[in-house]
């Protein structure tokens, strides 16, 4: 890999790290506070709200610098909702202003990859970024759920700064602290980021000119015949994998007894999972085979059903690592397939816009539908198994769709074949 690229993976580690144990602490302020439930079923979707308003802008906003910079900024973003949510702003609003950071975040992180290393190793890239980034999804969750713990807390909460009054007096609150001090981390990294010398495409002085061509944008991937197959199906299971996250919580609370701190344990199992797929698909899968896998969805599918019928922590613990481990396996090529198909029709950081839309314009939408049945009263076994039927219908579908465009559109698969080997020739 080249120089800088393990730059980028250490601001990404604890940018995410940060993102990761805010939501655990959240979630307590909320449940601390008395909150209603459709509160913490609302924190996806809220977090999702700046990817899907400013899709049409991000994008060109990471073209038009280099994207070092944007990152820093985009941390900088993040501390605001921090401190938001710390001095007595509401946490889902809060929470909402983090996700903005993450929103102008995102493009920047994936567009520079594309920018840094030839297609042929956007695979293995993918897959280390995106192992790390469950590494430190798996270690924010645990950091959140050990920060709210007593143990942490206690002393955590015994420390005072001199003559300021910091106002922090729950465990949450401390976490939320800390939290600060990790983004500040993450922007130092952003710091040392090298140019990459791709070209700088300026922001058009009318902004609003962005949104016929983000749209323009998001047609080019959907009418793409493997732009679209890999787009749906990282649509889908972002929108669903950004909505388990919090849905386990409430499933280990009624299923195992778990308290916030305890079920913050799961959701790492399940990530471990994400991770391990995650690099044997890095070490074992090419572009040219990305779209063989889709079959592996559907299978994630039934097995989301057998959640609902676990009440042992022996059995949930290789259920959801298994459960994970599918997941990893099939989205690391794909991310990758399209992200090659996105930077060949239209730049980098477009291109990861209009993936960032879609796919958390799916983590709304079925977070809103979330937030309905918990509000209506639905279980959370009720939830999963609604995820599980629209994972396996809509996974069938896309292996339908697929085989489609490889009747129609032969020449379209024989394309990506020749890219791959073109490329791999020439590294």
């Given at each position: 890999?080249?120089?800088?690229?393990?730059?980028?993976?250490?601001a990404?580690?604890?940018?995410?790290?940060?993102d990761?144990?805010?939501?655990?602490?959240?979630?307590?302020?909320?449940?601390?506070?008395?909150?209603?439930?459709?509160?913490?079923?609302?924190?996806?979707?809220?977090f999702?709200?700046?990817?899907?308003i400013?899709?049409?802008?991000?994008?060109?906003?990471a073209?038009?610098?280099?994207?070092?910079?944007?990152?820093?900024?985009?941390?900088f973003?993040?501390?605001?909702?921090?401190?938001?949510?710390?001095?007595?702003?509401?946490?889902?609003?809060?929470?909402?202003?983090?996700?903005?950071?993450a929103?102008?975040?995102?493009?920047?992180?994936?567009?520079?990859l594309?920018?840094?290393?030839?297609?042929?190793?956007?695979?293995?890239?993918?897959?280390?970024?995106?192992?790390?980034?469950?590494?430190?999804?798996?270690?924010?969750?645990?950091?959140?759920?050990?920060?709210?713990?007593?143990?942490?807390?206690?002393?955590?909460?015994?420390?005072?700064?001199?003559?300021?009054?910091?106002?922090v007096?729950?465990?949450a609150?401390?976490?939320?602290?800390?939290?600060?001090?990790?983004?500040?981390?993450a922007a130092?990294?952003?710091?040392?980021?090298?140019?990459?010398?791709?070209?700088?495409?300026?922001?058009?002085?009318?902004?609003?000119?962005?949104?016929?061509?983000?749209w323009?944008?998001n047609?080019?991937?959907?009418?793409?015949?493997?732009?679209?197959?890999?787009?749906?199906?990282?649509?889908?299971?972002?929108?669903?994998?950004?909505?388990?996250?919090?849905i386990?919580?409430?499933w280990?609370?009624?299923?195992?007894?778990?308290?916030?701190?305890?079920?913050?344990s799961?959701?790492?199992?399940?990530?471990?999972?994400?991770?391990?797929?995650?690099?044997?698909?890095?070490?074992?899968?090419?572009?040219?085979?990305?779209?063989?896998l889709?079959?592996?969805g559907i299978a994630?599918?039934?097995?989301?059903?057998?959640?609902?019928?676990?009440?042992?922590?022996?059995?949930a613990?290789?259920?959801?690592?298994?459960?994970?481990?599918?997941?990893?396996?099939?989205?690391?090529?794909m991310?990758?397939?399209?992200?090659?198909?996105?930077?060949?029709l239209?730049g980098?950081?477009?291109?990861?816009?209009?993936?960032?839309?879609?796919e958390?314009?799916?983590?709304?939408?079925l977070?809103?539908?979330y937030?309905?049945?918990?509000?209506?009263?639905?279980?959370?076994f009720?939830?999963?198994?609604?995820?599980?039927?629209?994972?396996?219908?809509?996974?069938?579908?896309i292996?339908?769709?697929?085989?489609?465009?490889?009747?129609?559109?032969?020449?379209?698969?024989?394309?990506?074949?020749?890219?791959?080997?073109?490329?791999?020739?020439?590294?």
């Amino acid at each position: 890999m080249k120089k800088g690229f393990f730059t980028i993976m250490a601001a990404q580690f604890f940018s995410s790290l940060a993102d990761n144990a805010l939501l655990v602490a959240a979630i307590e302020l909320l449940k601390a506070s008395g909150a209603p439930l459709w509160h913490v079923s609302a924190l996806a979707p809220m977090f999702a709200l700046f990817y899907v308003i400013l899709a049409p802008f991000v994008g060109a906003f990471a073209d038009a610098y280099p994207k070092g910079q944007v990152m820093f900024v985009s941390n900088f973003i993040k501390v605001v909702g921090c401190l938001f949510m710390l001095f007595g702003g509401h946490p889902l609003l809060a929470y909402a202003v983090v996700g903005l950071g993450a929103a102008a975040y995102s493009p920047a992180k994936y567009g520079i990859l594309t920018e840094l290393l030839p297609a042929s190793q956007l695979v293995k890239a993918n897959g280390w970024i995106e192992g790390l980034t469950v590494a430190s999804i798996i270690f924010g969750i645990l950091l959140g759920g050990q920060l709210i713990g007593a143990n942490v807390s206690s002393h955590l909460l015994s420390f005072d700064l001199p003559i300021f009054n910091t106002s922090v007096d729950t465990p949450a609150e401390a976490a939320i602290a800390m939290m600060i001090l990790i983004y500040g981390l993450a922007a130092w990294f952003n710091t040392r980021i090298p140019n990459t010398g791709a070209p700088i495409i300026p922001v058009p002085k009318n902004t609003l000119s962005l949104v016929p061509d983000f749209w323009h944008c998001n047609n080019l991937l959907w009418k793409d015949k493997l732009g679209q197959i890999s787009l749906a199906t990282t649509t889908l299971f972002w929108g669903v994998l950004g909505n388990l996250r919090v849905i386990v919580f409430a499933w280990a609370a009624v299923a195992l007894g778990y308290s916030t701190s305890q079920a913050s344990s799961l959701v790492g199992v399940i990530v471990i999972g994400t991770a391990v797929g995650a690099v044997i698909a890095s070490m074992r899968m090419t572009l040219d085979r990305a779209t063989s896998l889709i079959p592996l969805g559907i299978a994630m599918g039934v097995l989301m059903f057998g959640l609902n019928f676990i009440s042992s922590i022996w059995v949930a613990i290789p259920f959801l690592i298994l459960l994970g481990g599918l997941a990893g396996y099939l989205v690391v090529p794909m991310n990758a397939l399209l992200q090659h198909r996105g930077h060949n029709l239209m730049g980098a950081g477009r291109s990861i816009a209009v993936q960032n839309f879609n796919e958390q314009a799916c983590i709304l939408g079925l977070g809103g539908l979330y937030v309905l049945g918990t509000s209506l009263g639905v279980t959370a076994f009720g939830i999963i198994a609604f995820f599980g039927f629209l994972i396996t219908a809509v996974m069938w579908l896309i292996m339908r769709w697929h085989a489609s465009n490889l009747r129609k559109y032969p020449a379209e698969e024989a394309h990506l074949i020749e890219i791959a080997t073109h490329d791999g020739m020439h590294d």
